[in-house]
């Protein structure tokens, strides 16, 4: 509940307050309590805020990987993941762990007629990423989404939740 610097580094999630935004949640009070604590609505967005007053959104705090006590942001993990040659598309969840508590969970869907292993992705990440960050395990296959192509990540945790 503590206003972030506007340095463009540290990271805070997105609270809204005003008469445009939502009541509630329909029928479901807890849910509506949840996300108007402090008399703000948490969006549920993480996001740094630029000295110009720019915000850059830089993941959904659900998708924040805690490994050891440290943040992984999945989406900088995609992001260097998409950027290997072979990658059409990847999306990155938090696999359980016994150590650790969790762990980077690659899945990737490889560009048509192009091959890669889990061996060469995770190197490839390895050399772009800290090594808590680098993904742990690759599954390869095409991934699930909405009608509208929105990957869903809740089926992707199952997945991980059960390797």
């Not at 008399?39 to 850059?56: E, K, L, M, R, W």
């Not at 050891?68 to 598309?89: P, Q, W």
């Not at 990155?92 to 762990?97: E, G, R």
């Amino acid at each position: 509940m503590a206003q972030t610097p506007r340095d463009g580094t540290a990271q805070g999630e997105i609270m809204i307050r005003g008469n445009a935004v939502m009541k509630g949640y329909f029928k479901n009070p807890e849910a509506t309590a949840e996300a108007f604590a402090g008399g703000y609505f948490h969006s549920g967005d993480i996001a740094v805020q630029h000295p110009d007053g720019y915000i850059q959104i830089a993941d959904r705090a659900k998708d924040i990987i805690i490994s050891g006590g440290e943040n992984i942001s999945s989406v900088e993990v995609e992001g260097v993941l998409m950027g290997h040659g072979a990658v059409n598309l990847a999306a990155v969840v938090a696999q359980p762990h016994e150590k650790w508590g969790e762990v980077p969970c690659a899945f990737v869907e490889l560009k048509p007629g192009s091959e890669a292993s889990q061996e060469a992705l995770i190197a490839f990440a390895r050399e772009r990423l800290a090594g808590f960050k680098t993904p742990k395990r690759v599954i390869f296959g095409e991934l699930p989404k909405t009608s509208t192509g929105k990957i869903q990540k809740f089926e992707l945790r199952k997945q991980a939740a059960d390797l």
